[in-house]
């Protein structure tokens, strides 16, 4: 019982924690955003040689890259949710991009009451990649899981004193 609820509860929880993330960043005024991207440019400048490929494409889209990344890590845990709480076919998946997707839409929602920020038609379908690629790997990650699991179990039954030949 205690599992089940840590496998329910514990993607939810950070689920929450990144929707208040990307939600809180929306909110923003566009001097408190420009600063904030600033300061990420400065430490990314720190660590990295921004002349050279592919840093320097990084560096200059980083705003960009932080829409993707964040809306990763979203379609991330939310196919972690779907996986572990739901035997969910293909349709299930697609419900939790759409729900994605609708995410994306009220950040930029959200941009329109900050002060100084506009919404972008191009965020959001920027947005809705990260999450579907986010989903895409957790999904790969899943099925490789399984597939190893089936695979240990087809050798487990066939071999020496299994139940096969």
Same mark, same amino acid.
């Given at each position: ?12 929880? #950070? ?19 420009? /600063?904030?991207? +600033? ?9 990295? +040689? ?13 705003? @960009? ?16 949710? #779907? ?13 939790? =991009? ?24 191009? +965020?959001?379908?920027? +947005?809705?990649? =990260?999450?579907?690629? /986010?989903?895409?790997?957790? /999904?790969?990650?899943?099925? #490789? ?6 695979? @240990? ?8 004193? =299994?139940? =096969?030949?």
């Amino acid at each position: 019982m205690h599992r089940v609820r840590l496998r329910l509860y514990l993607p939810l929880l #950070l689920i929450v924690i990144t929707l208040l993330f990307i939600w809180s960043n929306s909110m923003m005024d566009a001097n408190a955003s420009t /600063g904030q991207s +600033d300061l990420a440019g400065r430490w990314f400048r720190e660590l990295f +040689d921004v002349e050279k490929e592919p840093f320097r494409f990084l560096y200059e889209n980083r705003r @960009k890259v932080a829409h993707f990344t964040e809306f990763a890590l979203l379609g991330a845990e939310s196919c972690l949710f #779907l996986l572990l709480n739901f035997r969910t076919r293909v349709s299930g998946y697609l419900m939790g =991009g759409a729900a994605c997707f609708l995410v994306a839409c009220l950040d930029e929602t959200i941009q329109l009451f900050s002060p100084g920020r506009v919404a972008s038609f191009s +965020d959001v379908c920027l +947005d809705t990649a =990260g999450a579907l690629s /986010g989903m895409l790997f957790v /999904g790969f990650l899943g099925f #490789l899981i399984f597939w190893g699991k089936k695979a @240990k179990h087809r050798e487990g039954s066939s071999g020496i004193g =299994g139940n =096969g030949s």
